[in-house]
């Protein structure tokens, strides 16, 4: 018996490693039915601050644009990949704006955008906050999380994990 499952699980690893690049990228949907309304109104109105203690709101950032909500974590490897190509996105789209929300320690956000700036505002809600994004159509609380918002600050489209960012930058484009 014990043999069975040794090579049972021995079949399975590399399936699942076979399966790792498939799982790394994370496909944008624009079914928002899961974005929960008051929630959503709850962030635009949440005052959060800046990297400079400013306190903002969202819907001080959201100014007619396509607004690009990316929560993540200083710990999250897949959200601190993903930084570069949106710093990116939000210097080359002009119609695009792109907001950082932490889902971390002040001290960690401030210390990771030290040491890796970008151009976008990054603000800072704690892991507090994980709750309320869970009622933003991420049942699951899994980082990186994007949430798209068109101009007048309503969702068009998802993205649970790392973003594609080819398939990002097409839809921005589109919806901008």
């Known amino acids: ?39 959503l109104g709850e962030l635009l109105r949440l005052p959060l601050p800046d990297l400079d203690g400013n306190t903002v709101t969202l819907q001080d950032l959201t100014d007619a644009r396509l607004t690009i909500v990316n929560f993540w974590a200083s710990w999250c490897a897949p959200c601190v990949r993903e930084m570069p190509a949106l710093d990116a996105l939000h210097k080359q789209q002009q119609s695009v704006s792109v907001v950082g929300i932490g889902l971390d320690t002040d001290a960690n956000i401030q210390a990771f955008a030290a040491k890796t700036p970008v151009s976008y505002p990054l603000l800072m809600a704690g892991a507090g906050k994980i709750s309320l994004m869970r009622k933003l159509g991420n049942p699951k609380g899994g980082l990186p999380y994007t949430l798209v918002l068109d101009h007048a600050g309503q969702p068009q489209a998802t993205i649970l994990g790392e973003i594609e960012m080819d398939e990002l930058a097409a839809f921005a484009k589109r919806h901008a």
Do not use: Y
Request: proline fraction near 3%.
């Open 1 to 39: 018996m014990k043999r069975r499952q040794f090579v049972g699980a021995g079949m399975i690893v590399p399936l699942l490693l076979m399966n790792r690049q498939a799982w790394a990228k994370a496909k944008l949907t624009e079914d928002v039915s899961a974005v929960d309304d008051a929630a």
